[in-house]
DNA sequence: CGAACACTTGAACCTAATCAATGAGTGTGG
DNA sequence: CCACACTCATTGATTAGGTTCAAGTGTTCG
């Protein structure tokens, strides 16, 4: 059950970035950051600097973890750059990805507010950096910004939904599909904002894909070489580029969406 | 997509309640449901009045619906008596329960703090009555009671937490296992406060456990024989006996969680 | 260059879905 | 009250989809 042990307890290699090598950010980014940030957006600038000074900084090389599944819930973390996941372990020596954090994204608060031991632990996939709080700052924070509390509630609604969205598709739909509508999400291609036409790139690796539809490495290598055979998608070490998204939504779309 | 439409838009029937008939509850033990609400709990009595003069009353035969998949999210629910199913329909016809709802539980509040269209249909599995509110007013409330947000907040973090626990258990166990996990939980014998050897029994159609567990009442049928001939359960119609716990919960045990 | 990691592919196997047919329990109406 | 209708449950035969095992190739990094 320790962590340190899990199959995936990979190399500390360094940063792995291809294409846009964002510049770091400065440390006075750290206000926009967390403007950015659902859990504090609206929160006045004059407690945001309140926030900030009393925010540890935290890292995580590739593979490194924030925290353990198994831990008492200590503190909250937002991520400042890099990338997350939060992956539980399953049964048969499994693992399942509860989701990606990406930069600006607040992560480790649901066991704290329930006031659990945490179901997942949260391991850097790229280099990663982090502000954290302890859990009892957060807690007098909020108590003095009840408003905050009322905020809050929402994107711990959304989470809700998208837990169902994820359970349903698992529960009901193929691997192929599944796959299909991961990629969509992942690259951003969902929802009305995105863009019909416009090819995306998404960088994962075909184990974590695997982990976040509940198969396998192999299974998910074979649907995409049909696809890339295809030319439905390109594919690269940790690289999937979508060359048709038209086509590939007629493959995510729910059948039953389609149906009058 | 019209939940009407479901494949199980069935019967009208009455109330069909084998063991322990409960008597009707009385109009003014509305205020012990409410204070055994996890979100009401700790509101002043007086504001309970208020609430309860404020609610409307709702009530669905077997097989009706309080809402819809779909809906806006008008109102927000507590159950007072009976049963109800939060399903949502999936890929190739089939559907997903996301949970049942039993009494001094709200129920269709998710959608409202997210501020999305309906993601479940609240179905009743028995005559079911419950109170409800508009959304406005419960703003409106919350809005005077702002520490009742805080309050919120522990039970929706448990139910994503929850949300990850079935994750993980569709994504990487196998049906029988599911099955016996969630045969553990609809009996309440799961958790510390359970007794460990005593027997129990579950109220559920075989048809609910597949939608339960992400399978297909044909399977969901072959491992109940399988486990009655091997003496573990007694059947009857939408009645599962547990006859031996103990026996029971290691088949529904992690494997992961026992190794060393 | 070698080691670790990411990915690929064939072949065997197996779980669970599907199809088809039937039985058993419950409520309804003549 | 009995026959009918309906829902719920069972069981065998078949098969599709996906996992597992085994044995690779290609990439990246120290």
Redesign the pocket.
Known sequence: MKPGKLP?A??R??I?QRPPRRPPRDPAGSAGLLQRCPLFEGTAPEDLEGLISSAHRRTAKRGGFFFLEGDPPSHVYVLVEGKVRLVRSGA?G?EVIVGFIEPAEPFGYVAVWAATARRVSAQAAQESRALAWDAETIARFMAQHPEMAMRGLRPMAERVEGGWDRLRDLATG???WRVARVLLRLAHLTGRTADADSAAAVEV???DLAELV??????V??I??AW?RSGLVD?????IAIRNPRRFREIAVDPMDASP
Chains 1, 2 share one sequence.
């Open positions: 995936l990979r190399g290699s360094e792995d048969r499994r193929r691997v192929e690796r075909e184990q509940g198969s396998t490495a192999y299974t290598s074979r995409l070489s890339k594919i690269r070490r940790e690289r």
